[in-house]
């Protein structure tokens, strides 16, 4: 089994790998992700802005277009969210949502001209504009669910992984080997072990019920300083200084409905097995149902801080081309996590359960601080400005694979180098590619659409990530304005809710096919003065 089975989305593991190794693999994708925000108007063009300028989007997306302003500008932002997932996982269809409202942006441009009685206002420095933002670029409110009947194995062969792995002397391992009773040991190797649970499909058998709820709660949002300047209405230069924030919290239950082997299914197996021997305590496990809910909360919650430069070039007083390099985000942060298993075994047709195991309470329990490097981002864009429009268009390359995990106090330089490994070999880097326009119908109103298509980060998973997006801008009068923006987000990919060491057991790990479908509701209402 290899880190790479873990893909997008999947809330926790327990595995070869470690829960721990793979949750942060995870986390730091999660965690890298998010789009520049800004206002409606930029958002109904599919963020396309490395190439324009004049919007309070300049902030946190291309420093560089507060150069444009000739007069200062304050706006506020605000955002519906519908999260739906629809989901197949053997067979079965499952649907689900979430809703959220929020404040997606609030920024202000002061307009600070170098000339103010006279001069030359063509040639030179002509303004050097501050801007001050705060923009919610990551909205992690979701929930999850999925279920099915799995035919080819249970999560106990995970858990049977991982004591290979870890072994059983202490903590988890000794726990769940002494006191679940859903473990014995291999036959054929002395280090390895097995579940008593039916894996496989054994004559009227229908296999293991399988159920997957994942809720996820946070957001990322930056606040950002931001300096832009105008030289000769041609050269546009920026510069900004980004301060990140983020609070994230998933609690997800994993459960399952599945039967223990009758006595003659293990003794084919494991003829020599204690829970063949009547005077055992384990004997009374067999041809047992049972029902075990494995359960993982996690709060986490961290900040960082980024720089950008900018520079946007007129070729004509029509056509730009535009360019930004983003620093990546350092960051610390802090993770708080729990993860306990109970499993309840029943008598065949008995409504009460005769035995209950439950995670030892003092093992699961961890607190972890880490520093994180996102990757480093480069944008280079275009526009085209006509009579009654303009179209813009953006390139941007993203690194994954770049994104670089430290452990704060420095101590455990072993995990610290498989955490990267694990990256490395899971990620790659990505191209995301931007394209939107707007119209004006006449003075007042003005139409947009845009297209936002985001590349696979993955190096063995298939991903896909795009949005679609339409909007209409009004001015009314007194530099008042208000931008209203729907926006269509679309992400299919595949999870598995826990992995298995495939080549040993001869099956593969159980896989959930996602289609996470996000509809934006964007209004902005701002004033120029």
């Keep these: 089994m290899t880190i790479k089975k873990l893909l997008f989305g999947t809330a926790f593991l327990i595995g070869a790998a470690g829960t721990a190794q793979a949750q942060y693999t995870k986390d730091v994708l999660l965690?890298?992700?998010g789009d520049n925000g800004g206002t409606a108007r930029f958002k109904a063009m599919g963020n396309a802005s490395t190439a324009l300028g004049g919007d309070i989007s300049s902030i946190t997306s291309n420093p560089a277009g507060l150069g444009y302003f000739n007069q200062s500008d304050i706006s506020v932002t605000g955002r519906y969210l519908n999260n739906k997932n629809k989901t197949d996982y053997f067979g079965q269809n499952t649907n689900s949502s979430k809703n959220n409202f929020n404040l997606d942006n609030a920024g202000i441009v002061f307009h600070l001209p170098t000339y103010r009685n006279g001069g030359n206002l063509e040639k030179g420095w002509l303004n050097f504009n501050v801007g001050i933002a705060y923009n919610r670029n990551n909205v992690f409110n979701n929930r999850l669910d999925y279920r099915g009947v799995n035919t080819d194995n249970s999560i106990t062969h995970s858990f049977a992984d991982r004591l290979t792995f870890d072994g059983n002397a202490a903590g988890w391992g000794q726990d769940f080997y002494n006191n679940s009773f859903m473990i014995d040991d291999d036959p054929n190797n002395s280090k390895d072990f097995y579940p008593i649970a039916i894996?496989?499909?054994?004559?009227?058998?229908?296999?293991?019920?399988?159920?997957?709820?994942?809720?996820?709660?946070?957001?990322?949002?930056e606040s950002v300083l931001s300096f832009g300047a105008n030289y000769s209405n041609k050269l546009y230069i920026g510069a900004s200084l980004g301060f990140t924030a983020f609070s994230y919290n998933t609690s997800n239950l994993f459960t399952e409905y599945g039967q223990t082997m009758t006595e003659a299914q293990l003794k084919a197996y494991n003829s020599k097995s204690i829970f063949l021997n009547p005077a055992k305590d384990e004997h009374k496990f067999l041809d047992n149902d049972y029902e075990l809910f494995e359960t993982y909360n996690q709060i986490t919650d961290g900040t960082g801080v980024?720089?950008?430069l900018g520079m946007i070039y007129k070729f004509t007083p029509t056509f730009s081309i535009g360019f930004t390099a983003k620093s990546p985000t350092f960051m610390n942060i802090k993770d708080d996590s729990e993860n306990y298993t109970k499993i309840n075994y029943f008598l065949p047709d008995a409504n009460n359960a005769h035995y209950q195991f439950v995670t030892n309470d003092k093992?699961?329990?961890?607190?972890?601080?880490y520093n994180m490097n996102t990757p480093y981002r480069l944008s280079l864009g275009a526009s085209q400005v006509f009579s009654k429009g303009l179209l813009t268009a953006d390139v941007e390359w993203v690194d994954y694979g770049a994104i670089r995990?430290?452990?704060?106090g420095g101590y455990n330089r072993?995990?610290?180098d498989q955490m990267n490994q694990s990256i490395k070999d899971t990620y790659q880097g990505a191209l995301n590619a931007r394209i939107g326009g707007e119209v004006l119908f006449d003075n007042v109103f003005s139409g947009r659409a845009g297209f936002n298509y985001s590349g696979n980060p993955y190096k063995n998973a298939d991903y896909t990530n795009y949005t679609a997006s339409l909007g209409i801008g009004a001015k009314l009068g007194r530099g008042m304005y208000i931008d209203l923006t729907g926006?269509?987000?679309?992400?299919n990919y595949k999870e598995s809710p826990y992995v298995i060491d495939e080549a040993h057991w001869k099956t593969t790990s159980p896989v959930a096919d996602i289609k996470n479908q996000r509809t934006n509701v964007v209004l902005t209402i701002g004033s120029k003065f």
């Excluded at 894996?199 to 949002?221: D, F, H, M, R």
């Excluded at 093992?363 to 601080?369: A, Y």
């Excluded at 926006?487 to 992400?491: D, E, G, L, V």
């Design 199 to 221: 894996g496989k499909k054994v004559g009227s058998y229908p296999g293991n019920e399988q159920i997957n709820s994942i809720i996820e709660k946070g957001s990322k949002s």
């Design 414 to 416: 072993i995990q610290e």
């Design 363 to 369: 093992i699961g329990v961890s607190s972890w601080e």
């Design 405 to 408: 995990y430290k452990d704060a």
């Design 306 to 308: 980024d720089f950008k």
């Design 31 to 33: 965690f890298s992700q």
């Design 487 to 491: 926006a269509y987000n679309a992400i």
